[in-house]
């Protein structure tokens, strides 16, 4: 059984910073791809940034330059530090990682349960 554990989601003041966390544990043979995506209520999912198993991003370009992702692939864990927060990135924010656990001969996608992000003063 894949799990992925998000952590790091609260309540910051707009302009503040924000880390979050998303650890991936089960029967892991090889993780590919990483990512984060948010979704406000009633809006659609949408992607904010990926990361590659050797380090290549992708970023949504509302989030260029205030967002970074990183991950530890000793830990499987994946990162995403964001700073200068909007009041409209008030959202979900959900993990997400594209993987081939060890008995399968195959790459599929899992989703974390989200983490509650809210920009407010």
């Known amino acids: 059984q894949v799990q992925l554990v998000e952590s790091g989601g609260g309540l910051v003041q707009p302009g503040g910073s924000l880390r979050l966390s998303c650890a991936a544990s089960?029967?892991?043979?090889?993780?590919?791809?990483m990512g984060w995506y948010r979704q406000a209520p009633g809006k659609q999912r949408e992607l904010v940034a990926t990361?590659?198993?050797?380090?290549?991003?992708n970023y949504a370009d509302s989030v260029k330059g205030r967002f970074t992702i990183s991950r530890d692939n000793a830990k499987n864990t994946v990162y995403l530090q964001m700073s200068s927060l909007k009041p409209e990135e008030r959202a979900v924010y959900y993990c997400?990682?594209?993987?081939?656990?060890?008995?399968?001969?195959?790459?599929?996608?899992?989703w974390g349960q989200g983490t509650q992000v809210t920009v407010s003063s």
């Open positions: 990361i590659t198993s050797v380090g290549s991003t």
């Open positions: 997400n990682a594209r993987l081939k656990q060890s008995w399968s001969s195959r790459f599929d996608y899992y």
């Open positions: 089960g029967s892991i043979f090889s993780i590919d791809t």
